[in-house]
T-cell receptor, first 112, second 117 residues
């Protein structure tokens, strides 16, 4: 799986958009970008995934650059409960048995 | 709601004893499940891939005789920590891919805190 690079930590004001970047310059054509988050002492929570088009769901938006070498997860209106570690992972989409390999992630602190 | 469930959420055991953690897929079949461990302030480390009906595949450096994995049915995988020691105290997390049409997106259980005293 391609490796990803994320900032160690970020701060965001409550109610503002949180933009979390991720670099994945060695991503291959059939690998998807996945985002998970982990709130303290809980299992990771799936957020969103995408291949090359921008994606949006009820939790977040995912913006992938045209060359697919980087992406940004956007939480449109961050709340205190969004404080967590956010992981960006690339993975083959349709491979059932394909595992997720976690990096260090980004610690997002949402402050009032 | 949750699609993967773990039990117990917390367990304390004495050194030298064995402890079993269960991972269940809820309302779907999972022929593959993944087990991770996480130490405080560290990321998740993949331990092994559990395969229904066959042997688990362990990651490099993980002792297969210490961390026994059994995937006895299409909805249940168990991790048994044998002859536990205090250094085995950790957060253990399982996960399973939800089959198509969701694209095999992997979902995680709530995690199990193991404390060995």
């Amino acid at each position: 799986d391609a490796k990803t690079t994320q900032p160690t930590s970020m701060d965001c004001a409550e109610g503002r958009a949180a933009n979390l970047p991720c670099n994945h310059s060695t991503i291959s054509g059939n690998e998807y970008v996945y985002w998970y988050r982990q709130i303290h002492s809980q299992g990771p929570q799936y957020i969103i995934h995408g291949l090359k088009n921008n994606e949006t769901n009820e939790m977040a938006s995912l913006i992938i650059t045209e060359d697919r070498k980087s992406s940004t997860l956007i939480l449109p209106h961050a709340t205190l409960r969004d404080t967590a570690v956010y992981y960006c992972i690339v993975r083959l989409y349709m491979e059932y048995g394909n595992k997720l390999v976690f990096g260090a992630g980004t610690i997002l602190r949402v402050k009032s | 709601g949750a699609v993967v469930s773990q039990h117990p959420s917390r367990v304390i055991c004495k050194s030298g004893t064995s402890v079993k953690i269960e991972c269940r897929s809820l309302d779907f079949q999972a022929t593959t499940m993944f087990w991770y461990r996480q130490f405080p302030k560290q990321s998740l480390m993949l331990m092994a891939t559990s395969n229904e009906g066959s042997k688990a595949t362990y990651e490099q450096g993980v002792e297969k005789d210490k961390f026994l994995i059994n995937h006895a049915s299409l909805t249940l995988s168990t991790l048994t920590v044998t002859s536990a020691h205090p250094e085995d105290s950790s957060f253990y997390i399982c996960s399973a891919p939800l089959p198509r049409p969701t694209g095999n997106t992997i979902y995680f259980g709530e995690g199990s805190w193991l404390t060995v005293v």
